[in-house]
């Protein structure tokens, strides 16, 4: 009888398996079917897709996020209701972001030259600015300058070593990198005035059957626009100090007040900020401060004007000074500042910058597991990886803080398409590694006087800790960051170019001699030992600043027995950039700053309580 029901039994369970294994031959069949379908896209068609994502008008996608804001604009919040921060902002501009999503960029670089340039003319074609009429390049378009110039032989310079700019071959410094540069050039080279006519194929199609028109030099400034009331200027330094000398230049014009400086990492651009905030706390100016009192204007994506404190859409701008660190984009800039506005920056050799970067930004995805910066330059493929959020710090840093993509090709045609973008943009730039002269050259081009531009190194790192580069290392560090190099020598170029035409080296070096002097009167005045104390040395911890990754950097101590309105004085040209952007903040919003404040106290006492250990009953 068992037997019986045993053999019944059996093709009962081999139908079960059967209906098993066709049960499982169907799923492995649409599975491959699904699989088939999407290898069916193949990866020139994504990079295609990816590209006419990217190189949508950058105005539509301007359009893009003020429709992505429409729910709930933060302009139609009352400032003090709003909790929106960085991470929020970023949140809501998903779409935004996009456009400038490092993959997608990656994915650009993929094409052809001739289409990267086409997009870099598109964008100098957006991105044209409208000059005020007082600036030197707007003097330069009026005298029918071309502002778009053919590749020719690089200007002469002292510190340059001339070589004609070919694919392939590199530019070298006479100079070592540790040296400072004492000799400025004496000539400049004639540049090849020849237009770029034939840079991109015109029978190219355009999106959207827009036709594209290329900018040969900038346009007139904006016309009827209503003069702002002039603010009593109050000396820079108060009277506890000794007035400095007065220019000659200074009574023919009317200094500028409304700022816009594009603050570049590790190019003594900290030094550059304090003297902002000093001229424009002085004269009771406008800052464009980051919301919720953040130290970056939603660094490291790109700028939005939202993040401005107190910034509200469509009304008229009341802003005049905006220094913070950004990621530039100037559309959105544009949003926040007057028309009026006098725009620069600078820039520093990119040998100097990623010396210091390696240690300033030493944890860094780039940087953090690399022994030394020789071993990073020699396996730059094990240590570097462009998709990281942070990779920017370990490579042609200076050209994304200008918004442009740092994995990028970089070709002869491509670098200068980007430096007539950063020309059209910006009314002057500076040179870091002659920082006096570069005080010199804005003071008269700002109208200022020579108390406007002077200063104390700030956010300095102690030197004596580096060991000189070899010349391999030189090499290195100019090959990976070629694209900030070849920026940095055509803006080299320019700047002593304009020094010869503004002014002539005569004044130029008097000027630097009673900056340097005025220097050395306010170092006596203020400073004990005239000069930077080591971190662990400095004794008010209102002055201390910030020690970040492995650099160590620099402060001051004051003089004792100082009276009051010259101590108040020193302490402004010696306060690091978080504590006197955080004073700054506390003066134009001081209601949001006591709820920051206090926000802060209660999150700190929750968090202590949430830590303390729970105490039973006995």
Same mark, same amino acid.
């Given at each position: 009888?068992?037997?019986?029901?045993?053999?019944?039994?059996?093709?009962?369970?081999?139908?079960?398996?059967?209906?098993?294994?066709?049960?499982?031959?169907?799923?492995?069949?649409?599975?491959?079917?699904?699989?088939?379908?999407?290898?069916?896209?193949?990866?020139?068609?994504?990079?295609?897709?990816?590209?006419?994502?990217?190189?949508?008008?950058?105005?539509?996608?301007?359009?893009?996020?003020?429709?992505?804001?429409?729910?709930?604009?933060?302009?139609?919040?009352?400032?003090?209701?709003?909790?929106?921060?960085?991470?929020?902002?970023?949140?809501?501009?998903?779409?935004?972001?996009?456009?400038?999503?490092?993959?997608?960029?990656?994915?650009?670089?993929?094409?052809?030259?001739?289409?990267?340039?086409?997009?870099?003319?598109?964008?100098?074609?957006?991105?044209?600015?409208?000059?005020?009429?007082?600036?030197?390049?707007?003097?330069?378009?009026?005298?029918?300058?071309?502002?778009?110039?053919?590749?020719?032989?690089?200007?002469?310079?002292?510190?340059?070593?001339?070589?004609?700019?070919?694919?392939?071959?590199?530019?070298?410094?006479?100079?070592?990198? +540790?040296?400072?540069?004492?000799?400025?050039?004496?000539?400049?080279?004639?540049?090849?005035?020849?237009?770029?006519?034939?840079?991109?194929?015109?029978?190219?199609?355009?999106?959207?059957?827009?036709?594209?028109?290329?900018?040969?030099?900038?346009?007139?400034?904006?016309?009827?626009?209503?003069?702002?009331?002039?603010?009593?200027?109050?000396?820079?330094?108060?009277? +506890?100090?000794?007035?400095?000398?007065?220019?000659?230049?200074?009574?023919?014009?009317?200094?500028?007040?409304?700022?816009?400086?594009?603050?570049?990492?590790?190019?003594?651009?900290?030094?550059?900020?304090?003297?902002?905030?000093?001229?424009?706390?002085?004269?009771?100016?406008?800052?464009?401060?980051?919301?919720?009192?953040?130290?970056?204007?939603?660094?490291?994506?790109?700028?939005?004007?939202?993040?401005?404190? +107190?910034?509200?859409?469509?009304?008229?701008?009341?802003?005049?000074?905006?220094?913070?660190?950004?990621?530039?984009?100037?559309?959105?800039?544009?949003?926040?500042?007057?028309?009026?506005?006098?725009?620069?920056?600078?820039?520093?050799?990119?040998?100097?910058?990623?010396?210091?970067?390696?240690?300033?930004?030493?944890?860094?995805?780039?940087?953090?597991?690399?022994?030394?910066?020789?071993?990073?330059?020699?396996?730059?493929?094990?240590?570097?990886?462009?998709?990281?959020?942070?990779?920017?710090? +370990?490579?042609?840093?200076?050209?994304?803080?200008?918004?442009?993509?740092?994995?990028?090709?970089?070709?002869?045609?491509?670098?200068?398409?980007?430096?007539?973008?950063?020309?059209?943009?910006?009314?002057?730039?500076?040179?870091?590694?002659?920082?006096?002269?570069?005080?010199?050259?804005?003071?008269?081009?700002?109208?200022?006087?020579?108390?406007?531009?002077?200063?104390?190194?700030?956010?300095?790192?102690?030197?004596?800790?580096?060991?000189?580069?070899?010349?391999?290392?030189?090499?290195?560090?100019?090959?990976?960051?070629?694209?900030?190099?070849?920026?940095?020598?055509?803006?080299?170029?320019?700047?002593?170019?304009?020094?010869?035409?503004?002014?002539?080296?005569?004044?130029?070096?008097?000027?630097v001699t009673a900056l340097r002097k005025r220097r050395k009167q306010l170092a006596k005045t203020c400073l004990q030992g005239e000069q930077s104390?080591?971190?662990?040395?400095?004794?008010?911890?209102?002055?201390?600043?910030?020690?970040?990754?492995?650099?160590?950097?620099?402060?001051?101590?004051?003089?004792?027995?100082?009276?009051?309105?010259?101590?108040?004085?020193?302490?402004?040209?010696?306060?690091?950039?978080?504590?006197?952007?955080?004073?700054?903040?506390?003066?134009?919003?001081?209601?949001?700053?006591?709820?920051?404040?206090?926000?802060?106290?209660?999150?700190?006492?929750?968090?202590?309580?949430?830590?303390?250990?729970?105490?039973?009953?006995?």
């Amino acid at each position: 009888m068992y037997a019986l029901k045993k053999a019944q039994l059996v093709p009962k369970r081999q139908l079960g398996r059967f209906w098993i294994l066709i049960i499982f031959v169907s799923i492995l069949c649409i599975s491959l079917q699904m699989v088939g379908k999407l290898q069916q896209i193949s990866c020139k068609q994504k990079i295609k897709h990816l590209k006419l994502q990217q190189n949508i008008n950058l105005q539509g996608t301007s359009q893009l996020l003020k429709k992505t804001l429409s729910p709930h604009p933060l302009s139609s919040i009352p400032i003090s209701h709003t909790e929106t921060t960085p991470a929020r902002v970023s949140s809501r501009r998903m779409k935004h972001n996009q456009a400038f999503n490092p993959t997608l960029q990656l994915q650009n670089d993929l094409s052809s030259p001739e289409e990267n340039a086409s997009d870099d003319l598109r964008w100098l074609s957006y991105t044209s600015r409208q000059p005020h009429p007082s600036s030197w390049s707007s003097k330069k378009a009026a005298e029918g300058t071309p502002q778009i110039k053919s590749s020719g032989p690089l200007p002469k310079a002292a510190h340059i070593t001339n070589r004609e700019r070919e694919p392939g071959k590199k530019m070298e410094m006479a100079d070592s990198a +540790g040296e400072s540069q004492q000799n400025p050039p004496q000539g400049t080279g004639q540049r090849d005035g020849e237009l770029l006519t034939n840079l991109v194929d015109t029978t190219r199609a355009q999106p959207q059957g827009r036709v594209m028109e290329v900018p040969l030099s900038r346009p007139k400034a904006f016309k009827g626009q209503l003069p702002r009331p002039k603010t009593p200027v109050s000396p820079l330094l108060t009277p +506890g100090l000794p007035d400095g000398p007065a220019s000659s230049r200074e009574a023919a014009c009317t200094p500028k007040t409304h700022i816009f400086f594009l603050k570049v990492h590790k190019s003594a651009s900290s030094t550059i900020m304090n003297i902002l905030f000093r001229f424009g706390e002085q004269r009771n100016l406008t800052f464009a401060l980051p919301i919720d009192q953040f130290s970056q204007l939603f660094y490291p994506f790109h700028f939005v004007a939202e993040v401005v404190e +107190g910034f509200k859409d469509g009304t008229r701008s009341s802003f005049d000074i905006m220094c913070h660190h950004m990621r530039f984009l100037q559309t959105e800039v544009q949003r926040v500042m007057p028309n009026d506005t006098f725009y620069f920056s600078i820039l520093r050799n990119p040998i100097h910058l990623m010396e210091s970067s390696f240690m300033y930004f030493k944890a860094s995805s780039s940087f953090f597991k690399a022994k030394n910066l020789d071993d990073f330059l020699n396996h730059t493929s094990k240590f570097y990886n462009p998709l990281r959020p942070d990779s920017h710090y +370990g490579r042609n840093l200076m050209a994304f803080d200008f918004g442009f993509n740092h994995n990028g090709k970089v070709s002869t045609q491509h670098t200068q398409l980007l430096a007539q973008i950063i020309e059209n943009q910006f009314d002057l730039i500076l040179i870091a590694e002659y920082f006096d002269e570069s005080m010199v050259l804005l003071k008269d081009a700002l109208c200022w006087s020579l108390d406007d531009v002077v200063s104390f190194p700030i956010n300095q790192q102690d030197a004596s800790y580096r060991s000189p580069l070899s010349s391999t290392t030189i090499q290195k560090i100019k090959s990976w960051n070629k694209l900030d190099w070849e920026l940095y020598l055509h803006f080299n170029h320019t700047f002593w170019e304009r020094i010869n035409q503004s002014m002539g080296r005569e004044y130029l070096q008097q000027e630097v001699t009673a900056l340097r002097k005025r220097r050395k009167q306010l170092a006596k005045t203020c400073l004990q030992g005239e000069q930077s104390v080591h971190s662990w040395e400095i004794q008010d911890k209102l002055l201390a600043p910030l020690q970040y990754g492995k650099a160590r950097i620099l402060g001051y101590n004051l003089k004792h027995g100082l009276d009051k309105a010259t101590k108040q004085a020193c302490q402004s040209l010696v306060m690091p950039e978080l504590q006197y952007s955080e004073r700054l903040y506390k003066r134009q919003f001081p209601q949001k700053a006591l709820q920051l404040r206090q926000a802060k106290k209660d999150s700190k006492a929750h968090h202590m309580k949430k830590q303390r250990p729970f105490k039973g009953h006995a």
